[in-house]
């Protein structure tokens, strides 16, 4: 009986193309846990961490799917436990930067793993200390470090040598101090649907070969815009501010950066308003108001009520504003304000949804390296992509722009769909016959992998979208 219905629960949740054949490892091998990436509308790479009980070794199992079949590389062998920061996929190579510890230094890896060869290689370590951020694209990752003396950025591009830039923090009159503080920086993935957003302090974006830094000054009403200039080995800065209102003060504030406009958000309990500007000419573009108004021009959530019951509740204590922007059809731009609870919070990262368990296992780690390291995945790319959600609400309103900044009522598609990947993810979590599960989300569908307790070994499984 029990077993029908473990069966029933899986062909409810899944509508799978199905399973691939089942990866069995030596009992000798303690899993840890699994690591799932996409790579292509179709393709995916997994990683399953153990340790070798007879040797007391960490081992981790590579392995690249591509819908059909499942291709095995050869195992990586450590003394310590690695931790995923990030990966890339470029000419059939997927790079996989996993850092480690020893004593007390971090140190970096690049295991490239060949697909047509099946070869692993492994780069010498590179210094992992001061670690702030990374910024995971299709086929780069990028480093960012940051020291009393020194401002670094290593750049991994397609299958080159890494690129290093540096900056000297002694030479820019404390401005790269002042503006980072002892703040956590998270970055901002957009190559997918971003419905809420990170809500941390400081942003960075990777646009046109530049670091963008935002940093919301909530006291001043102000964004300032801290732009890192990549290519050299010597790198150069930029830093503007731009003033939300010379009036009226708002409660909270929040921003987002597309290319190069700069969207503000200020909400207090009774009034609110959008601001955009050209940033890189600062130039204003346009001002909406919060309000009535925008009646007839918004598009917005079954939860919504109306604008003086939103501004109230966004400016409550308890919750935090986001803005954000995705690219639509026809160079047009679709706008949504949101607020957020964070009372209840989950990380955007939907892969380490699964991961709590080896969170507590690497805690002194996560703390040394201000980020979220730990045996197994961490916080690849979208990483340290903190941000905080309200249960099953949708609160939000959306306006549509052109590329100066005007509302317009056409309602076009956004160039990236939108998922309820936090739906998917509770449900993977309700299937009693997996463990270990990590997950990923493709064009073609919602891909899972872990082990089956029925089939005694571990699976992949690809879901079709909604």
């Known amino acids: 009986m029990k077993g029908k219905i473990v069966l029933l629960a899986m062909l409810f949740f899944l509508n799978i193309a199905h399973a691939t054949d089942v990866i069995k490892l030596p009992k000798y091998f303690s899993v840890k846990s699994t690591f799932s ?92 200390n001061d670690f702030l951020t990374s910024i995971r694209n299709k086929d780069k990752s990028i480093f960012i470090y940051k020291s009393k003396d020194r401002f670094l950025v290593r750049q991994f591009n397609k299958n080159e040598p890494n690129i290093n830039s540096e900056l000297d923090i002694q030479k820019t009159q404390n401005v790269i101090e002042i503006f980072f ?31 963008v830094f935002t940093k919301v000054i909530r006291a001043l009403n102000q964004t300032e815009i801290l732009e890192v200039f990549l290519g050299n080995e010597k790198l150069t800065t930029s830093l503007r501010s731009f003033s939300m209102t010379t009036k009226d003060y708002y409660k909270k504030m929040a921003s987002f950066v597309v290319d190069g406009t700069l969207f503000q958000l200020g909400v207090s309990k009774d009034r609110g308003s959008i601001k955009i500007w050209d940033y890189l000419n600062k130039k204003e573009l346009n001002v909406i108001p919060i309000d009535g108004s925008l009646n007839s021009k918004i598009v917005k959530g079954n939860d919504f009520v109306d604008f003086s019951k939103f501004l109230k509740q966004s400016a409550r204590r308890k919750h935090i504003p986001t803005i954000t922007v995705n690219k639509a059809s026809d160079n047009l731009f ?43 995945p961490d916080d690849p790319g979208d990483i340290t992509f903190d941000t905080y959600t309200i249960k099953n609400d949708n609160r939000f309103f959306e306006i549509v722009l052109d590329d100066k900044g005007r509302i317009v009522q056409e309602r076009p598609q956004s160039i990236y769909g939108e998922i309820n990947k936090k739906e998917y993810i509770e449900k993977l979590e309700e299937l009693s016959d997996i463990k270990y599960e990590s997950s990923c ?9 872990g082990y089956s307790k029925s089939s005694k070994g571990f699976v992949i499984y690809t879901e079709k979208l909604k």
């Open 181 to 211: 503080e002892d703040n956590k920086v998270v970055a901002v993935k957009t190559d997918e649907f971003v419905s809420n957003g990170p809500t941390s302090k400081i942003k960075v974006y990777y646009i046109d070969g530049k670091l």
């Open 441 to 449: 989300f493709l064009k073609i569908g919602f891909r899972y992998f």
């Open 334 to 376: 679709r706008l949504r304000v949101d607020y957020v609870d964070v009372t209840y919070s989950y990380n955007y990262n939907w892969w380490m949804f699964h991961q709590k368990m080896m969170m507590h296992q690497q805690m002194q780690m996560q703390q040394a390296m201000n980020s979220v390291p730990r045996f197994g």
């Open 37 to 128: 990436g996409n790579l292509s509308d179709n393709e995916s790479f997994h990683l399953i961490f153990t340790k070798d009980t007879r040797t007391k070794k960490f081992v981790v199992f590579p392995y690249f799917y591509n819908g059909i079949s499942t291709e095995k590389f050869k195992q990586l062998v450590s003394d310590e436990p690695y931790s995923l920061v990030s990966f890339h996929y470029d000419n059939d190579i997927v790079s996989v930067f996993l850092s480690y510890k020893v004593r007390n230094d971090y140190f970096l890896k690049k295991i490239s793993l060949y697909r047509l060869t099946k070869e692993v290689k492994q780069s010498e370590p590179f210094p992992h």
